[in-house]
């Protein structure tokens, strides 16, 4: 059974930091391009990172960049989202996608139809 399970999510102050964690099962990440998105309530779902299949090449939204950095580990099968100086506009549920290796460097690697397999999603709550 192909599954993702994000965790790390939590409550965090402004200018803090959070690790997400994206864990698979039943598949490997070798093969697929991952997404992190996030949601808050009453706002459509949000790209926020990609990373290609072999890791070497990353995405990040434009309110994201300088401050969140995804990585891979192929050998554990996860993938994080290391967050920092975070903000409470970074309040949201965060999921993480796997998608067609050729996603990467597609203009659509932030659009959450282009992704075949979800999580469950983890909170990050951003306040003082």
């Known amino acids: 059974q192909l599954q993702l399970v994000e965790s790390g999510g939590g409550l965090v102050q402004p200018g803090g930091s959070l690790r997400l964690s994206c864990a698979a099962s039943?598949?490997?990440?070798?093969?697929?391009?991952i997404g992190w998105f996030r949601q808050a309530p009453g706002k459509e779902r949000e790209g926020v990172s990609s990373?290609?299949?072999?890791?070497?090449?990353?995405n990040y939204a434009d309110s994201v960049k300088g401050r969140f950095t995804i990585s891979k580990d192929n050998a554990k099968n996860t993938v994080y989202l290391q967050m920092n100086s975070l903000k409470p506009e970074d309040t949201a549920v965060y999921y993480c996608?796997?998608?067609?290796?050729?996603?990467?460097?597609?203009?659509?690697?932030?659009?959450?139809?282009?992704?075949?397999?979800w999580g469950q999603g983890t909170q990050v709550t951003v306040s003082s």
């Open positions: 039943g598949f490997t990440l070798d093969y697929y391009t």
């Open positions: 996608a796997a998608g067609a290796p050729a996603l990467y460097y597609s203009s659509t690697w932030s659009e959450a139809y282009e992704y075949d397999y």
């Open positions: 990373i290609s299949s072999s890791g070497g090449l990353t």
